[in-house]
């Protein structure tokens, strides 16, 4: 869900908030696609500009609920980085 400023200043601290780039090596979705999750709500992020912050607290939980989801299937959800 993309946030207004008001939003952000009222319920969250910008230290919530990580860059796309950070989000990218966090998660190992590419920069266009987590964009996308911002744009259709499915992760919190706030853009000024061009650059785009995403709520950390919103990635982990997308992250959790796509490993839950395709414990099998690994063509889809996030890359596991260890």
Same mark, same amino acid.
């Given at each position: %869900? @993309?946030?207004s400023k008001?939003? @952000?200043n009222r319920s969250n601290a910008i230290e919530d908030f990580i860059s *796309? &780039?950070?989000a990218v090596r966090y998660s190992g979705y590419s920069e266009q696609y987590l964009r996308? %999750? &911002?744009r259709g709500g499915e992760i919190? &992020?706030?853009k000024f500009g061009f650059f785009w912050m *995403?709520?950390?607290a919103s990635l982990e939980a997308y @992250?959790?609920?796509a490993r839950s989801k395709n414990t099998e299937d690994k063509r889809f959800g996030?890359?596991?980085f260890e």
């Amino acid at each position: %869900m @993309l946030m207004s400023k008001t939003e @952000l200043n009222r319920s969250n601290a910008i230290e919530d908030f990580i860059s *796309i &780039a950070k989000a990218v090596r966090y998660s190992g979705y590419s920069e266009q696609y987590l964009r996308r %999750m &911002a744009r259709g709500g499915e992760i919190r &992020a706030v853009k000024f500009g061009f650059f785009w912050m *995403i709520e950390r607290a919103s990635l982990e939980a997308y @992250l959790e609920r796509a490993r839950s989801k395709n414990t099998e299937d690994k063509r889809f959800g996030p890359r596991d980085f260890e």
